[in-house]
């Protein structure tokens, strides 16, 4: 009897581990067993291992096995970190509209600067005008022709140029709340546009579309949010202007009120069922509402992270909270819980600047560098980015000075050096 080790292995195409005699000549690289053949090309970044499938048909055909791509991912998760940047995107206006949007990556490079993306989406994707970022997952981009009244998406690597379109939203809305997430296997990808609350007693569920890679097609469904006082539903609203964020196969959406809602799309529970479930996550205690100035929810060093500006009173405190999940829990709405992670005095910096500021990300890899969208006052509102170090106090401007109607969001996203370009949705 095959334990089953060997059944997964030969059902993924897993080379056959030969025993070797002690005595070997290898006078050429074909000599080698296909497994240190893997284990040798499994090493070498991604556009390396992209030519090696030109090399030969057998070379070619090993690559595209699905066992080399899983033991490839399984040494790069323990050997190499990812190299994630901010995606930031600008939409510059032109005839009163927002509609010319362009990409750059912040790159920390000395000296550190705004770097563009060399290509127009829109050849890519064969449209008129040049689409907008939605969400982001790894290297892919989720992207839509409109603004507003948004019903036809794609799915785009910017690298690897490959792109698909979804089908064509059946409804068509002013404005909804888009994410965009893959399960831990990268096998599925998941595409949720929130409606709005439903009007119903005690549960006032929040209605959803979703697409899923699996079914190729959207099911409207309920989300019923577990753990919140039913009170706030008439009060709390999805903000619009922070972007959500994707997680270990969940989605994020900051509220109004600073709350979080949690989808678990990949959650045994949602797997095959239409009612999905999802949670409410308790706003963090308050330091003062009334001197609330900025906040932002993102991921960095692989933690959602919520952040808060305070301001007012000849003070200029930023609070960082990281969220710590439980494992066990299955969607009862438990087992979150925000724990304090910095408590930043950016009295040095701002007065050392003039003008207003957003906040606009965490680097990814550094928990100290901080991304601030400035309205410069001195240079008729002229506005630029500038990078905080908020353990060191320093500021660095990193961009150049843009006119203050243009619009800005910033995305994270994974630059493929070592990683293998993130499986190609198909449905």
């Not at 002013?174 to 965009?180: A, E, I, Q, Y």
């Not at 797997?271 to 205690?285: A, D, L, Q, V, W």
């Not at 960082?320 to 930043?344: I, P, Y």
């Not at 928990?367 to 060191?392: H, V």
Request: aromatic share 12%.
């Amino acid at each position: 009897m095959k334990s089953d080790a060997t059944l997964r292995a030969q059902s993924l195409g897993a080379p056959s581990h030969q025993s070797l005699p002690n005595t070997i000549c290898l006078n050429k690289i074909d000599d080698l067993p296909e497994f240190l053949l893997v284990e040798i090309l499994c090493r070498l970044p991604c556009k390396f291992v992209l030519r090696c499938k030109c090399v030969c048909k057998s070379w070619s055909t090993l690559i595209s096995q699905p066992y080399f791509e899983s033991h490839r991912a399984l040494y790069l998760r323990n050997n190499c970190d990812n190299e994630q940047v901010c995606v930031v995107e600008i939409s510059f206006p032109a005839d009163g509209q927002y509609f010319r949007a362009e990409l750059f990556t912040i790159s920390k490079q000395s000296p550190p600067g705004l770097k563009p993306l060399n290509f127009r989406l829109s050849s890519l994707l064969h449209l008129d005008e040049e689409p907008i970022v939605v969400a982001t997952y790894n290297d892919l981009i989720l992207l839509c022709d409109t603004r507003r009244y948004q019903r036809n998406y794609y799915v785009c690597n910017p690298y690897t140029k490959q792109w698909v379109a979804l089908p064509r939203v059946p409804r068509r809305r002013k404005d909804v709340h888009v994410g965009f997430t893959c399960d831990s296997d990268i096998r599925c990808c998941k595409v949720v546009r929130i409606l709005g609350f439903k009007v119903e007693p005690e549960t006032h569920p929040l209605e959803v579309e979703i697409f899923s890679a699996e079914t190729g097609k959207w099911i409207k469904s309920d989300l019923v949010l577990q753990g919140i006082n039913p009170s706030l539903y008439y009060y709390e609203r999805i903000k619009s202007r922070i972007s959500p964020v994707a997680h270990n196969g969940t989605l994020y959406w900051m509220t109004t009120g600073g709350y979080l809602i949690g989808l678990e799309l990949f959650n045994k529970l949602n797997i095959n069922s239409t009612k999905c479930h999802g949670r409410f996550i308790s706003n963090p205690h308050p330091v003062d509402e009334n001197l609330l100035n900025e906040e932002m929810v993102c991921v960095c060093q692989g933690c959602v992270r919520l952040c808060r500006l305070y301001r007012g009173l000849g003070r200029c405190s930023l609070y960082v909270w990281d969220l710590k999940e439980d494992d066990d829990h299955e969607g009862d709405g438990g087992g979150s819980e925000w724990c304090l992670k910095k408590l930043a005095d950016l009295r040095p910096i701002i007065s050392s600047l003039w003008g207003s500021y957003e906040l606009l990300a965490f680097d990814p890899n550094d928990e100290d560098i901080l991304y601030l969208w400035r309205i410069n006052w001195e240079e008729l509102f002229k506005k630029d980015i500038i990078m905080c170090n908020i353990r060191k106090l320093t500021v660095i401007e990193i961009s150049q000075k843009f006119s203050s109607s243009c619009l800005l969001r910033t995305f994270p996203f994974v630059l493929p050096w070592w990683r293998w370009p993130t499986p190609f949705p198909r449905y």
